[in-house]
């Protein structure tokens, strides 16, 4: 009966923690087995196969590439004389991962494409297989290069995305940035319209208010002359009604001496 493990015994053997088994799983959809109660089991060829992930990822590559690499969730392995052909291909592949994603890229892209398919061109497609359902080391080798070729396509189509999502994103804030800009000098032109108005009804106010005052000012001096003219004029009557008033105290005065003397 075939020994199994536990995912404890198992990542103690790769030399791992437990859920980078449980990660790598997930991210290479890796069939994995599970027993009655839901709990995940390991064979001997499910340790190797991580073993050889954990090799892979120490030489420096990603789960992206390793997964183009896999085949129905397992890791082929070369024989001895294809081993530096599958060298080249992982350094290839490493190259092409750490591609940086900036406006200069593109010269560096393509010299990682070329030293791509040098790396790839060395070896030739099959056209045979040797035995049914088994692969040669050259077959292995072939889809290595088609699964190479795929990882720089998509490489390279994450790059160029990245790079088109970047200019977007730049483009989008200049536009941001120009509008705030041509919001705020539309709200400091506004502003100085709003100041310029309200000095010139000021002024306006002032005048209308000195023009006020000035009328004020000669209606008061018409009221005091009239008042004045009238005042004089009662005086007069005044003066008038005294006279007359004195002269006839006067007459009476003289008519009673002449009644005296005339009885005497």
């Keep these: 009966m075939e020994q199994t493990l536990f995912i404890s015994d198992a990542a103690k053997k790769v030399h791992v923690e437990a859920h980078v088994l449980r990660y790598w799983e997930e991210e290479l959809e890796l069939p994995i087995k599970r027993n009655e109660l839901g ?69 560096k892209t393509v010299e990682v494409l070329k030293a791509a398919e040098k790396v790839t061109g060395e070896v030739e497609p099959i056209k045979t297989t040797s035995v049914v359902g088994e692969e040669s080391g050259e077959e292995k080798a072939a889809r290595l290069q088609w699964l190479l070729k795929q990882l720089f396509r998509e490489v390279l189509q994450e790059n160029n995305e990245a790079m088109c999502r970047e200019v977007r994103e730049s483009i989008l804030k200049e536009m941001d940035y120009q509008f705030r800009m041509q919001e705020e000098r539309e709200d400091e032109r506004e502003a100085a319209q709003i100041k310029r108005d309200e000095e010139h009804f000021r002024r306006v106010d002032e005048l209308l208010r000195k023009k006020r005052g000035l009328l004020w000012n000669k209606d008061d001096r018409k009221t005091e002359r009239k008042k004045a003219e009238q005042d004089k004029t009662e005086s007069v009557e005044e003066q008038k009604k005294a006279a007359v008033k004195e002269s006839a105290e006067e007459f009476r005065h003289r008519n009673s001496s002449r009644n005296r003397q005339g009885r005497e």
């Design 39 to 107: 709990h995940r089991y390991y064979t001997e060829e499910d340790v190797k196969r991580f073993q050889e992930i954990r090799e892979l990822k120490e030489r420096g590559l990603q789960l992206k590439a390793i997964r183009l690499i896999l085949k129905n969730g397992k890791l082929d392995r070369l024989a001895d004389g294809e081993n530096t052909q599958a060298e080249k291909a992982v350094s290839a592949a490493k190259t092409a991962e750490k591609m940086p994603d900036d406006a200069q890229h593109g010269q």
